[in-house]
């Protein structure tokens, strides 16, 4: 799987740096195996003050509607480590439903007029 630098880590003002570091953190792995659950429950939890989740969360919208400028093209890949997807896309929607079941997927506007 081809990897970039992890620019996110150094920069925390790039764009969609939060959810960049919370797969790194969460999801990556090396990991996955001890902090993807702690993850699920934090999400599930809906805490309105969790801001960290709630930007992740909007990143992670942003991303399933297409809105990727700023992010080069293989930093979801390299922070989130995964393998049994085939694209970004699959991986971001599967994500969105283990995180927030009961919420529709977030969708481009123009994915919805087609």
């Known amino acids: ?9 150094d ?3 790039v764009p ?22 702690a993850l699920v429950a934090r999400a599930r939890l809906s805490d309105p003050g969790d801001v960290g989740l709630a930007t992740f969360k909007s990143e992670l919208g942003s991303l399933l509607k297409g809105n990727r400028e ?7 890949v390299t922070a989130a480590g995964y393998d049994d997807w085939d ?3 699959e991986f ?3 994500l969105w439903y283990e995180l927030f079941p009961s919420e529709p997927v977030p969708t481009s506007a123009v994915a919805e007029s087609d």
Do not use: C, V
Not at 1 to 9: A, F, G, H, N, T
Not at 23 to 36: A, L, Q, S, V
Not at 70 to 76: K, M
């Open 16 to 37: 969609f740096g939060t959810f960049l570091r919370y797969m790194e953190k969460y999801y990556h792995p090396e990991i996955r195996n001890d902090n993807y659950d």
């Open 1 to 9: 799987m081809p990897q970039i630098d992890r620019y996110w880590l």
């Open 11 to 13: 920069d925390k003002s």
């Open 70 to 76: 700023g992010i080069h093209r293989l930093a979801i």
């Open 87 to 89: 694209t970004d896309d």
């Open 92 to 94: 971001l929607a599967w």
